[in-house]
C-alpha cells in the first residue's frame, strides 16, 4: 500500500480516504493481529512513553514460542501475547511458560468477549500474567495488572535472543575481552560466560541491545501520519529522509 504512494498511484487524499476505509472495516468487523499491535504501538509507544525511550517488536522468537508485541522501555521488557477473536487458546500457556524465561512482565491482550476465557488460562497456570482487554471503543482497558517476576529468567534463553554482534558488546562491557577459542567453540564458550552475569543484570544488558536495533531518527514524524499506518511504517525499517518523504507525499508538512 506504502509504495502506491511512491508510485503516485493515488493521490494523498485518496491514499489517506481508503487506508481510513480498510481501517474502519477492521475496527468494526475484523479486528485482526496487525489491527491489535498498531493499536498497542498507538495507545503505548507513541501515546504512553516516547519513541525516545521506548523500542517495540514484532515476532520475537523467545525458546519455541514467538512473542507478538514486545515492549522495551528504560531496558524494562515487556511481552504482550495477542488473543484476537479469531485465535484459540491452545498454546497459550506453553507460549507464557517460554516469554517468562526472558521477560519479567507478560500481558495477554484480548477482546472483551475473550476475557475470561483467558483470565481462567492465566489464573490456573501462570497468576503474575497481567491482561488487557481491547475495548469496543478501541482502548487499553487494563483489567489484571502484570506481576513483575524474575524467578524463571534464563540465561541461554535471553543469550539466544542477541545476534552475534550484539553478545560480543555484552560480553567485552563485562569483561573487557571475548573468547579466544576455535570459531566451533566461539557460540558454547561465549553462553557460559554470559551465564556467569547475575540474571537480572544480563537481562538488562541484553535490553540494551536489543534497542540499540531501533533507529529513532525521524521517529517523531510517525505521529504525524495517519493512524492506520504508523506500525507498518515504524516496522519498515525506513530511514529520515524516507519518513520525511512519506510525510511530505501526505502533505503532512
Known amino acids: 500500500m506504502l509504495n502506491a504512494l511512491f508510485t503516485k498511484e493515488f493521490t494523498a ?27 498497542l504501538f498507538n495507545k503505548l509507544v507513541l501515546g504512553k512513553y516516547s519513541v525516545n525511550t521506548t523500542s517495540a517488536f514484532s515476532e520475537v522468537v523467545v525458546g519455541k514460542s514467538k512473542a507478538d508485541f514486545v515492549l522495551i522501555n528504560n531496558s524494562k521488557g515487556m511481552v504482550f501475547e495477542i488473543k484476537t477473536d479469531l485465535d484459540n487458546l ?7 511458560d517460554d516469554y517468562s524465561n526472558a521477560f519479567s512482565e507478560l500481558y495477554v ?11 481462567k488460562v492465566v489464573k490456573e497456570s501462570n497468576p503474575a500474567v497481567g491482561i488487557i482487554v ?16 524474575d524467578g524463571n529468567l534464563n540465561h541461554e ?10 553478545y560480543e558488546q555484552v560480553l567485552l562491557s563485562k569483561f573487557e575481552s571475548l573468547p579466544e577459542v576455535k570459531p566451533v567453540l566461539y557460540f558454547k564458550t561465549s553462553l557460559q560466560w554470559f551465564k556467569t552475569i547475575n ?8 535490553f540494551d541491545q536489543l534497542r540499540k536495533r ?9 505521529k ?30
Open 13 to 39: 487524499e485518496a491514499f489517506i480516504d481508503e487506508i481510513n476505509k480498510n481501517y474502519k472495516f477492521l475496527t468494526k468487523d475484523y479486528r485482526n493481529e496487525f489491527f491489535y499491535k498498531n493499536t
Open 90 to 96: 491452545d498454546r497459550l500457556v506453553y507460549q507464557l
Open 109 to 119: 491482550v484480548t477482546s472483551e468477549r475473550n476475557y475470561y476465557p483467558v483470565y
Open 134 to 149: 481491547l475495548t469496543d471503543n478501541v482502548s487499553l482497558s487494563v483489567k489484571k495488572k502484570a506481576i513483575k517476576n
Open 157 to 166: 534463553v535471553l543469550f539466544k535472543l542477541l545476534r552475534k554482534k550484539e
Open 199 to 206: 540474571i537480572t543484570e544480563a537481562q538488562k544488558l541484553v
Open 214 to 222: 531501533i533507529d529513532t531518527e525521524g521517529y517523531h514524524l510517525l
Open 224 to 253: 504525524e501520519l495517519p493512524i492506520p499506518i504508523r506500525w507498518l511504517v515504524y516496522t519498515g525499517n525506513f530511514n529520515y529522509k524516507e519518513l520525511y518523504e512519506i510525510s511530505e507525499k501526505l502533505n503532512l508538512r
